[in-house]
């Protein structure tokens, strides 16, 4: 439990009457979950909030440490560090441990997530949730600022774009079992995405392009650059090489390993959460909709989606087992890449090798080669929201 939290919670009990939502709004994410966590014997609702909390927690950690470093909202390549958030005048300078802190601090919270649905099971529940009261404290002031709300930081428009078919004004979520499915299935992406960055070991790497960025800079003096190239590429020129020099050496293979557990996790996750959905007769607040339902924040979700999403996900859980190959130009048609050889057995990342073939030729072999097929009909059918989809149906 976070200490500031502690204090939080001890200083901040709900008030009487007050639901679980409106105590969010209230008091924030840390100190309801420190609440939550500290009660001897939590009720099923109390032990999906906590889940939940720890869930948003951890990408509240992950904000506060990028508003403290004022780490921009152009990382488009990478979750979290992607989010708007305001920016912070007095920032102090990104050092390379605070990536590696904002990583190993997130998968702590989608660990502590896991721990509560694991306790929680698959016992019923229902706890409704007021999407307006759901913030974070991004400059960690205790107190609610314009631009912290979830639906700013998150980019969900609730009731706006092409994916969602009408407006709600003031949309309210009742989450239930199957959404816990959900949820966990969330966290074992987030994890696989931690081991992954962190089997590379990627701090060495942003420290030497911080360090050569400034030694560039000071080469500048006093007169301004001819152009505006450095302006409009130099910060993505600088990520580019932090990625790819990292990319460079050979990854901690039980890390990799690590990270190929939670990406079949998840598909198992998801899988149950779609079995979960498809027995649900209510049509309550829902957060995702079976084909019967109707989705709580205006999402329009086509009857069949849950199907076509599936076929998405076997065909991708079918290429981490190693069953269809992944498929590389110079391979022809009857051979490809095994991805579990891939993670059994990490490579190094050269871009010139793998381009050419010859780096990826120890994961080659013959056979059924994976064909895209599902995630074009997948794309079809959502018409052309594929991938604004996929992140919300995880």
Known sequence: MRPLALILALAAAPAAGETLSEEIARTGLAATEARLAALPAPANEDLFALAGLHFLGGVEQALQLRWQTGVKADWSELPILRLPIPENPNAIPFQAADFTAIIRNLDADMDAARAALAQLGDKPFALEVRMADLWFDIDANGTRDAGESLSEVTGMA?????????AVEDPVITFDTADAAWLSAYTHFLSGFASTALAYDPEPAIQRVIDSSRAIHDLWGTTPPANAMDMMFGRQVDRAAMVLIALSKTPNKALTQDAYTHFLSMIEENRRFWSLLALESDNTGEWVPNDTQV???????????GDRWQAVLADAEKALKGELLIPHWRFGAEAGINLRKAFETPPAIDLVTFIQGEGLLPYAEKGPQMSMQSWRDFEDFVQGDAMLFAVFLN
């Open 295 to 305: 989705s709580g924040i205006g999402l329009t979700v086509p009857p069949g989606t």
């Open 158 to 166: 609730l009731g706006g774009g092409r994916m969602f078919g009408v």
